[in-house]
């Protein structure tokens, strides 16, 4: 019985790191590689492991293309979006619009490449499209939490009643969007600067 | 003396007929098969053309790149950016930046795709990240220019002495480019109405 629970412990371990180690390399090939030559082919041999494994744990590249956007990119995006909502009333609303905008910058600054390399082949951009759709996921999720943060705000008297939370989300997050699509082609300001400037203008009008 | 007029008048417009024949056929290949498929040798195929001749019009596949966003994209970004600092107290300052919004949307939804592609291959960006800065164009003089716009409705007391010019552009077009990025993806609102949204929501605070 114990010997058979830790068989499983064992198992369990092995399996989440293959998993692991395969989206390592999936990460690792996007960035170096472009999404367009990023096969499962050239991932299972970065990752060591045989393409019929990595299919085990990944049924279709979709899959491991969202998981690299979800668990490997640096900054706490969706984890800070994801509790914004409930944390609404403390700290200053452009305060709170500075961390979204400072996360978000670093986001799109690491996703951007992968992300946008999909635009190359155009019929790789009709799988993604459809593959997001299924998973009801997507770039514009980014969107809807900050504009539940903000409706959380405006229940609390602390957002202008008139203020349209969508819109005030695109208008951040496109400009920390455009930050990173900018950074590729000129000089930027840092991320935490950029942030900065960003909430304070845009709280002016809340 | 007339006759040789006459030649060379004739001669221009051959001269001019080719060159837009060529910048038309390098759109229809960005748009149809991405950039990176977009050689010289099937821009000119396309154009009915050598790659010579392509030559004698474009010293550099960028070059042409170039005059495809700054002459075959619909709306009027370009033209509108270049004269609205001119119109500065003209109209209300929200309905201006309506119409910048407007126009972005379709401008941003249409050079997308184009732009995007370059970052399937990273030596692709290499190249055009240099090609741009030589011409000092880019797509930054896009914020530049509604920067500029801000600026003189500042001198004129129209926007709040203490918003930020540079930060409310990127705002605004920030915003316009995640509409275009998102459209890709998931259903977005209407050009039109999009840009009413994000124009009113931002002059609010200016």
Same sequence: chains 1, 2.
């Avoid at 293309?65 to 668990?71: G, I, K, P, R, T």
Wanted: charged share 25%; proline share 3%.
């Amino acid at each position: 019985m114990v010997s058979e629970y830790s068989l499983t412990v064992k198992r369990e371990a092995a399996v989440r790191s293959t998993r692991e180690r395969i989206v390592d390399a999936a990460a690792q090939v996007m960035r170096t590689q472009g999404l367009a030559r990023a096969t499962t082919k050239e991932i299972a041999r970065t990752a060591g492991c045989s393409e019929a494994l990595l299919y085990k744990h990944f049924r279709a590249k979709e899959d491991l293309f969202l998981a690299v956007l979800q668990e490997r990119l640096p900054g706490d995006l969706p984890r800070l979006l994801a509790t914004l909502a409930g944390e609404a009333g403390r700290n200053t609303v452009a305060g709170n619009l500075e961390r979204v905008a400072h996360a978000a910058i670093i986001f799109y600054d690491e996703s951007f490449p992968i992300a946008a390399s999909i635009f190359s082949e155009l019929r790789l951009l009709d799988g993604y499209r459809t593959a997001m759709r299924e998973r009801s996921a997507g770039p514009q999720t980014v969107n809807l939490g900050l504009a539940a943060y903000l409706r959380a705000e405006q229940a609390l008297g602390r957002v202008r009643p008139d203020a349209d939370p969508e819109a005030v989300a695109a208008l951040l997050l496109g400009a920390c969007l455009q930050h990173a699509f900018l950074s590729h082609f000129t000089e930027v300001e840092a991320a935490g600067a950029a942030a900065g400037r960003l909430a304070r203008n845009l709280a002016a009008g809340l």
